[in-house]
């Protein structure tokens, strides 16, 4: 390479597969030539090198129990929880909101978007206020509690900001998909009133009761003859 020219053939790779934080270090062999003299070695330092690969943290649903059932996919999922009849005590299913990050990966965070509208009296969220730094693979456990005493029709949408981050101090939103919203439906009837009896049962059984005083009256007079 000519005095004042520079050169592009340095190159570094870096595997982009595995996450992680990556060092190392370039040494680099340089001399002097001259085509009339022979090469000087030049002193050189080694190059350090460092990079880093993310794998951003994802966030999803699962249901580990309770009441309703759980649906859905990406940023959408519905707990449905049916027919209900109206009852007192609360139903209660259990959740988790789960990174789904497959190895080293950035911790996931969530929050409740400000902008969601007041639930109802009868619903209520346990633990959707308190999701930080769910490692990849691990689930925080969140709770929703319906109280069936109360008749009609319900559908309601709840909404989380996903973000992540991890040790380099690295912290945004996720990027492709940032929020997940939880549909909460569900239809508390009232319970059935008990059956009525059939003309037909009632008329039996009027036939039988007559039966039965006409036995104790004959059994009545046998006594006292």
Known sequence: MAAGTSSTALKVGLDTSTAGVFTGQANLDLASHDSDLADIALATGPVDLEAQVNNYAHGSLDKTGGAGSLFGSGMAWTLDFGTVTQSAGDLL????????????????????????????????????????DIAAGDADLL????????????DVFVTLDLSGSNASGYDQDLADEPFL?????????????????????????????????????????????
């Open 93 to 132: 299913a259990d959740l988790g909101m789960v990174n789904d990050a497959v190895g080293p990966a950035d911790d996931l965070s969530a929050v409740l978007d400000p902008s969601n509208p007041a639930l109802p009296s009868f619903l209520a969220l346990d633990g959707f206020d308190a999701l930080s």
């Open 143 to 154: 709770s929703v509690a319906l109280d069936p005493s109360a008749l009609g029709f319900f």
């Open 181 to 225: 919203t939880l549909e909460l439906t569900g239809n508390i009837v009232a319970a059935a009133p008990p059956p009525t009896p059939e003309p037909g049962t009632l008329s039996l059984f009027g036939t039988v009761a007559s039966g039965l005083a006409f036995v104790r009256r004959r059994r009545q007079k046998k006594s006292r003859a």
